[in-house]
């Protein structure tokens, strides 16, 4: 069974139906005692880092995913959820992440060129970095999945597993050991997001 983070932020419902499309069973909870008993964990998050990282801790949510996370349970962190990963934050202040990638967050407007759009919405192709990640096994490189956001993960690269080229090449997917994150929207991403979605539940 997988758990999806309910922390108050995030296309919950959306990611729920995903899994349902690829026979996985995936329960919406804010229950740290389902996430202690569940296979698998998934971090959403849309909106601010700051309010977000907060809602997380207040609730006492962010311990429990830091706790099964360095167990060795698999999590994957989903655009926000991506970006709370990692160690700190520069998107209104900084702000401290869960830490559990290296790296930090900043915006996108520091790195494309003036002119191009933020935030960045729209379908990228994917840019796989080093060996073939074990959530890539049923995608090519260069397929496209669907992305929405203003800030990226920097100082990153030795965890970066995708990119993407938006005026410059952005942090697409990280990973590290049994945590995945992926910036963009796999639950968005048609049958491309929903083959990354089925690799991570078969991950064993």
């Known amino acids: 069974m997988i758990a999806i983070v309910d922390y108050g932020v995030g296309n919950l419902f959306s990611l729920k139906s995903s899994f349902a499309a690829i026979?996985?069973?995936?329960?919406?909870?804010?229950?740290?005692r389902v996430l202690r008993d569940a296979q698998k964990i998934i971090l959403p998050g849309v909106g601010a880092f700051g309010d977000a990282a907060e809602k997380l801790r207040s609730s006492g949510l962010a311990d429990t995913v830091i706790s099964e996370a360095k167990k060795g349970k698999y999590l994957m962190g989903i655009c926000l959820g991506m970006q709370m990963l990692l160690e700190k934050s520069f998107e209104?202040?900084?702000?401290?992440?869960?830490?559990?990638?290296?790296?930090?967050?900043?915006?996108?407007?520091?790195t494309i060129?003036?002119?191009?759009?933020?935030?960045?919405?729209?379908?990228?192709?994917?840019?796989?970095?080093?060996?073939?990640?074990?959530?890539?096994?049923?995608?090519n490189d260069g397929d496209c999945v669907y992305f929405v956001h203003s800030y990226h993960g920097t100082n990153c690269e030795e965890n970066t597993i995708a990119t993407t080229e938006y005026g410059?090449?952005?942090t697409?997917?990280?990973?590290?050991?049994?945590?995945?994150?992926?910036?963009?929207?796999?639950?968005?991403?048609?049958?491309?997001?929903l083959s990354i979605l089925r690799a991570f539940n078969e991950l064993r």
């Not at 759009?117 to 729209?122: D, E, L, Q, S, T």
């Open 113 to 139: 060129p003036a002119g191009l759009k933020i935030p960045h919405i729209g379908w990228n192709p994917l840019i796989f970095r080093g060996e073939k990640s074990p959530i890539f096994k049923y995608i």
């Open 172 to 193: 697409a997917a990280v990973a590290r050991d049994n945590v995945f994150g992926c910036q963009f929207h796999p639950e968005k991403s048609g049958e491309v997001g």
């Open 23 to 32: 026979g996985a069973e995936a329960v919406v909870t804010s229950d740290p």
């Open 168 to 170: 410059a090449i952005l």
């Open 92 to 110: 209104y202040g900084e702000h401290c992440g869960l830490g559990l990638i290296g790296g930090e967050i900043r915006p996108i407007s520091e």
